[in-house]
């Protein structure tokens, strides 16, 4: 994505971001086995979204 460093932190945000709005709509979902899904990818989603967000650069 290039070498700007400020660039991770904000891409992290908008997965978090993403992670959280798509949730509310995951929750309306008829069947329990693709909100479960939806749910564990959105997870993955906003784990790694923090961890770009908030990695150290030191």
Known sequence: MGNHPQRTPFYGMLMMLTAMITGLWVGDLPWLALRV??????????????????????
């Open 37 to 58: 899904a939806a749910y564990l990818a959105l997870l993955v989603l906003a784990l790694t979204g923090f961890l770009m967000t908030f990695r150290d650069y030191s």
